[in-house]
T-cell receptor, first 109, second 113 residues
Framework: EDKVVQSPLSLVVHEGDTVTLNCSYE??????LLWYKQEKKAPTFLFML????IEKKSGRLSSILDKKELFSILNITATQTGDSAIYLC?????????FGTGTRLTVIP | SAVISQKPSRDICQRGTSLTIQCQVD?????MFWYRQQPGQSLTLIAT?????????ESGFVIDKFPISRPNLTFSTLTVSNMSPEDSSIYLC??????????FGPGTRLTVT
């Protein structure tokens, strides 16, 4: 059965901290792994990773994929209150996009 | 990425009634997807809607409960029929980008009383 597991489920940090969010997966016919940020209703696309070991970076956010270990991490450095959101990991398989349950990040001023 | 709009943004409905959610995209797309996100849960794919053919439903979802229309390459509707409180969710439509990524509409928050 295809599955995507994220950890931790929730995380509370102070502004300026660095956080690492984890995503492990077992998906048939893996095509890509995607990270989304969900603040209210709509998930906002952050990254798509298809190759192992190549870091994607956007400002304070970065992500890397390990296709051997079936694992990805999302790093956020120098966190800000605006980073507070649910971060979703999704894996594209043969026909579908499988979502994890997300990590709820709360950044305290 | 495509610009996606959804209507309504939110609604409160009585059990037993039906609600149709509209999804409009600013460019032509082959595939559109409908997801449900129940409170505290992640996104679950309801169905994939291709223009000119019947929607493909995922396990646990049936056409009688969630009929979908796809009259052209920029528009789709999802109807939630004979609603119960368990249908209270956020409903999202999405489209694919240039590769495997999907972009989501702003969502419809449905509350069934």
């Amino acid at each position: 059965e295809d599955k995507v597991v994220q950890s931790p489920l929730s995380l509370v940090v102070h502004e300026g901290d660095t956080v690492t969010l984890n995503c492990s997966y077992e998906v048939t016919n893996f095509r890509s792994l995607l990270w989304y940020k969900q603040e209210k209703k709509a998930p906002t696309f952050l990254f798509m990773l298809t190759s192992s070991g190549i870091e994607k970076k956007s400002g304070r956010l970065s992500s890397i994929l390990d296709k051997k270990e079936l694992f990805s991490i999302l790093n956020i450095t120098a966190t800000q209150t605006g980073d507070s959101a649910i971060y979703l990991c999704a894996v594209s398989g043969a026909n579908n996009l499988f979502f994890g349950t997300g990590t709820r990040l709360t950044v305290i001023p | 990425s495509a610009v996606i709009s959804q209507k309504p943004s939110r609604d409160i409905c009585q059990r037993g009634t039906s609600l149709t959610i509209q999804c409009q995209v600013d460019s032509q797309v082959t595939m559109m997807f409908w997801y449900r996100q129940q409170p505290g849960q992640s996104l679950t794919l309801i169905a994939t809607a291709n223009q000119g053919s019947e929607a493909t439903y995922e396990s646990g979802f049936v056409i009688d409960k969630f009929p979908i229309s796809r009259p052209n390459l920029t528009f789709s509707t999802l109807t939630v029929s004979n609603m119960s409180p368990e249908d209270s969710s956020i409903y999202l439509c999405s489209v694919t980008g240039g590769s495997y990524e999907q972009y989501f509409g702003p969502g419809t928050r449905l509350t069934v009383t």
